[in-house]
């Protein structure tokens, strides 16, 4: 005579019940804001192609900020447009730049509020790639060791300027190391590094390559950003940064990288961060336009799966939207 087997009953679950045995929560501690200022505006810009973000001023902001901080966000990441772009991105670590500007109107309004920057070259690039580039016939290389000497040079003027954390994304080998001997020889310890550990090269970037004004004039980024096919190498780059002094690593983008999120928060229990990039927002903004998806539940949906596979901090264009549904 067979034995039956039992398994215990699920329970239908009224709302409060749900609640009540939810294993994954949602905070807008959870949640960073990306905020792109300029120096060429006198007021916010639209980007077309990520509905809800906007270009700001470098007058408008700290309020921008603030408005952010009001609503429960504890910090922001930083991007700068720069007036004018050179070959040498002297605007990424002038005393006077963009962001080392919006960071002391930040800091002057919000000093609470966590400032986080984003390292990198391409904004301030003429060429809109990550690093000083050398040109032969019809290849061009990007010159690692001379472009960590200026990143080295951004972090210590954002520091200087008042940023909490440095977030170098230009994934240069080397660059974090170099960047905390640094900050630590000029007084700056207790200044953070959050490392784009395992940044992949992504179709899904082309939304912030408008709002950044950051489109490479020539090639691409494969040659220095992660082949989208490699795990096992995404695990050696964290494990580098980490080695280096990495404070929090960074897995982007989001949901194609989901496995990737999982094994390095797995692997190295270290504050993981992960990006929903702008192509992942622009998209399901276009289909919550088109009535295919309804944008609340999908971003709420979206949001627990990332915390579920790891993410202790979640950069996401939806923030601001995120903290007050989550006041209701």
Same mark, same amino acid.
């Given at each position: ?7 215990? &009953? ?7 019940? &749900? ?22 505006l ?21 309020? !921008? ?13 930083l ?7 050179d ?56 010159l ?36 905390? !001997? ?32 950051s489109?490479?004039q020539?090639?691409?980024? &494969?040659?220095y ?7 096992? !190498? ?31 928060? !797995? ?39 990332? &915390? ?21």
């Amino acid at each position: 005579m067979r034995r039956l087997l039992h398994r215990p &009953r699920r329970l239908r679950r009224s709302p409060a019940l &749900r609640n009540l045995v939810r294993e994954t929560q949602l905070s807008a501690y959870d949640f960073v804001l990306p905020l792109f200022v300029s120096q060429k505006l006198e007021r916010r810009r639209p980007i077309a192609n990520m509905p809800g973000v906007f270009q700001l001023s470098l007058k408008e902001i700290a309020d !921008e900020a603030k408005r952010a901080q009001d609503l429960g966000l504890q910090a922001i990441l930083l991007f700068g447009i720069p007036e004018k772009k050179d070959e040498q991105a002297s605007g990424a670590y002038a005393e006077n730049g963009v962001v080392q500007e919006a960071l002391k109107a930040i800091k002057s309004k919000c000093p609470d509020l966590v400032a986080i920057t984003d390292v990198c070259l391409c904004e301030y690039m003429s060429h809109g790639h990550c690093g000083v580039t050398r040109i032969d016939g019809d290849h061009f290389h990007v010159l690692n060791d001379e472009t960590v000497e200026l990143l080295v040079k951004t972090a210590l003027s954002h520091a200087a300027s008042g940023a909490d954390l440095v977030a170098p994304s230009d994934m240069m080998d080397g660059r974090i190391g170099a960047i905390r !001997e640094a900050l630590d020889a000029d007084g700056f310890d207790q200044t953070g590094i959050m490392s784009y550990a395992a940044k992949f090269a992504s179709v899904f970037y082309g939304p912030f390559r408008e709002a950044a004004e950051s489109p490479p004039q020539f090639g691409d980024r &494969r040659s220095y950003q992660m082949d989208y096919a490699n795990a096992d !190498e995404a695990l050696l780059e964290v494990a580098l940064d980490i080695d280096e002094g990495a404070d929090i690593i960074m897995v982007k983008p989001a949901l194609p990288y989901i496995d990737i999120l999982w094994r390095v928060h !797995e692997r190295f229990g270290k504050p993981t961060a992960v990006y929903h990039v702008s192509g992942e927002y622009a998209m399901l903004k276009a289909a919550a336009g088109q009535g295919i998806v309804e944008e609340r539940p999908a971003v709420f949906e979206i949001m627990t799966a990332l &915390r579920r596979a790891g993410a202790d901090i979640i950069i996401t264009y939806w923030a601001r939207e995120l903290a007050e549904w989550l006041r209701e």
